[in-house]
């Protein structure tokens, strides 16, 4: 059974950083591309980050392009999402995802297996 697990959330201000993170297992890690989506209320699924399999191609949305950084360790089967400079316009229920093969992972059809979330919430 494929799980993922995010971690790392919280209450934080403006300004603040904060590393999410994602363990999967259940899958052969290291053959998956990883990617972040955050949804706020009421609002639709956004893309944030994805990398591939071996760390050689990251896209980032481009309300995160500068502040955010996604990053794995295939060897913890773990994916990271570095968050720096948060605003409040990033609270957000945030998703890690997997799928093999993402074309860009920009939209959430793309992704095989999903985590439960983990909220970030940022006040000013």
């Known amino acids: 059974q494929v799980q993922l697990v995010e971690s790392g959330g919280g209450l934080l201000q403006a300004g603040d950083s904060l590393r999410l993170s994602c363990a999967a297992s259940?899958?052969?890690?290291?053959?998956?591309?990883m990617g972040w989506l955050r949804q706020a209320p009421g609002k639709e699924h956004e893309f944030v980050a994805s990398?591939?399999?071996?760390?050689?191609?990251?896209h980032y949305g481009d309300s995160v392009k500068g502040r955010f950084t996604i990053s794995r360790e295939n060897a913890k089967n773990t994916a990271y999402l570095q968050m720096n400079s948060l605003k409040p316009e990033d609270t957000a229920v945030y998703y890690c995802?997997?799928?093999?093969?993402?074309?860009?992972?920009?939209?959430?059809?793309?992704?095989?297996?999903w985590g439960q979330g983990t909220q970030v919430t940022v006040s000013s």
């Open positions: 995802a997997a799928a093999r093969g993402l074309r860009s992972g920009f939209t959430r059809d793309e992704y095989e297996y």
């Open positions: 259940g899958l052969t890690f290291s053959n998956y591309d």
């Open positions: 990398i591939s399999s071996s760390s050689c191609v990251n």
